[in-house]
């Protein structure tokens, strides 16, 4: 049994369908690489999975349970991170305070802690920077801090929306080796990227949106070496 599967789910903005009944699944411990043009929906799915907006039609089954309609804030302690796009650190708090917030759905403080280490392991920045407001971070810094604030409420898995976005070339490079980090923790990943190289190089598999559909589906290798897709986000 897969553990995320999205079946025939279809999203509306007004009249506008933005999903057009995608399917598809994660299996535990995969990366799941989600591509494809601005506006193809990759965005929309990802809130569509994670609770904060309600589909027209279709089902969200996380781990074997119909989760379609249940608020994002149970979702979050059923087992499910969302580090959005944009990062969407409360600037005014510090980085601590950030981090904190994200362990909110659990109750053992002796586990909060021990997870803390371990954000603070891995992302050494932030420990530096712990009381620091977020606001004032760089924006890879400020994506560390998103990914950071995630991992707090110990996921099982984490939907990640463009963890690239508007940063410098090294700083891609270090956001993705911390993603295959997270991976070969033992968290799944469904990973949304307009780097598609870089995201189906990291990736198990992959699934190519356009305008609201799945278009093709494959292994990342085969879809990273597939003429259509180095043709369309490739840039070869």
Request: no cysteine; aromatic share 4%; net charge neutral.
């Amino acid at each position: 049994m897969a553990m995320l599967e999205i079946k025939d789910l279809s999203v509306y903005y007004g009249v506008i369908q933005a999903l057009k009944g995608i399917s598809f699944e994660v299996n535990e411990g995969e990366v799941i690489a989600l591509i494809g043009a601005n506006g193809a929906g990759k965005t929309t799915t990802l809130h569509t999975v994670s609770g904060l907006i309600a589909p027209k039609s279709g089902s969200v089954i996380f781990e074997g349970q119909d989760i379609t309609k249940v608020p994002a804030h149970k979702i979050v302690s059923m087992g499910m991170a969302h580090v959005p796009e944009g990062r969407r650190v409360f600037g005014s708090l510090s980085v601590l305070q950030n981090l904190r917030l994200g362990a909110y759905t659990r109750s053992s403080k002796d586990e909060v802690e021990e997870t803390l280490q371990k954000v603070y392991k891995r992302f050494p920045r932030l420990e530096e920077r712990k009381n620091q407001p977020a606001g004032t971070l760089s924006g890879g810094e400020q994506q560390m801090l998103a990914m950071g604030r995630a991992l707090m409420s110990n996921p099982r898995i984490i939907l990640m929306d463009e963890p690239s976005m508007g940063l410098s070339p090294i700083l891609v490079n270090e956001i993705f080796d911390i993603i295959k980090e997270v991976s070969a923790g033992g968290t799944t990943v469904l990973l949304v990227e307009q780097n598609a190289k870089k995201a189906l190089s990291i990736a198990d598999r992959g699934y190519v949106l356009e305008t609201g559909k799945i278009v093709l589906e494959g292994k990342a290798q085969e879809l990273l070496h597939d003429e259509s897709v180095r043709t369309a986000y490739l840039g070869e």
